[in-house]
T-cell receptor
Framework: DQQVKQNSPSLSVQEGRISILNCDYT??????FLWYKKYPAEGPTFLISISSIKDKNEDGRFTVFLNKSAKHLSLHIVPSQPGDSAVYFCAAVKLTGTASKLTFGTGTRLQVTL | DAGITQSPRHKVTETGTPVTLRCHQT?????MYWYRQDPGHGLRLIHYSYGVKDTDKGEVSDGYSVSRSKTEDFLLTLESATSSQTSVYFC??????????????FGSGTRLTVV
């Protein structure tokens, strides 16, 4: 049962344009949503997060939008740069009393072309 | 990330042999996690720990065991490796707190091949 889904395995965008990565989820009880970026042969690195009580969070070129009614979140990268080429994972967590556990999507490979 | 290291970085082992992967942190964080990454599956949780000697299963724990005898070390053991356990394994740590603004910090991963 895939609670967090990324339906686009890959995306190609020209440098300077907007990249939009999408993620859908099924569990309405999630408290936080996060995006991670992963380069080959490295571990995922945290990019940006959003609380379930908000609908937008912005950090420089990166903005995450949350649409709770549609159970959908998206990551916008503006402008896209070649260094943004990586695999992006969305993740979600329901806070619990013990170790809250992130549930990840399957990832979207972003390629930013010159 | 200097705060979390995984060893070995690469390993090739034969089917049926035991394998132990190590995760070491210098951050003194309470929570530690083991994930595996496979194409088409993203990252899936194997086991996690919420303190010394306190561990629990994740969604894909069959065939794996863990131990945490010290805050800084979290060991993942494949009791009898199978080809289906060929994967990239990531350890992660998290500081305690009520918010999740910064998520986990991941290690660089261990690429395990079972032949």
């Amino acid at each position: 049962d895939q609670q967090v889904k990324q339906n686009s395995p890959s995306l190609s965008v020209q440098e300077g344009r907007i990249s939009i990565l999408n993620c859908d989820y099924t569990n309405s009880m999630f408290d936080y949503f996060l995006w991670y970026k992963k380069y080959p042969a490295e571990g995922p690195t945290f990019l940006i997060s959003i609380s379930s009580i908000k609908d937008k969070n912005e950090d420089g070129r990166f903005t995450v939008f949350l649409n709770k009614s549609a159970k959908h979140l998206s990551l916008h990268i503006v402008p896209s740069q070649p260094g943004d080429s990586a695999v992006y994972f969305c993740a979600a967590v329901k806070l619990t009393g013990t170790a809250s556990k992130l549930t990840f999507g399957t990832g979207t490979r972003l390629q930013v072309t010159l | 990330d200097a705060g979390i290291t995984q060893s070995p970085r690469h390993k090739v082992t034969e089917t049926g042999t035991p394998v132990t992967l190590r995760c070491h942190q210098t951050e003194n964080h309470r929570y530690m996690y083991w994930y595996r990454q496979d194409p088409g599956h993203g990252l899936r949780l194997i086991h996690y720990s919420y303190g010394v000697k306190d561990t629990d299963k994740g969604e894909v724990s069959d065939g794996y065991s863990v131990s945490r005898s010290k805050t800084e070390d979290f060991l993942l053991t494949l009791e009898s490796a199978t080809s289906s356990q060929t994967s990239v394994y990531f350890c992660a740590i998290r500081a305690p707190g009520t918010t999740f603004n910064y998520g986990y910090t991941f290690g660089s991963g261990t690429r395990l091949t079972v032949v």
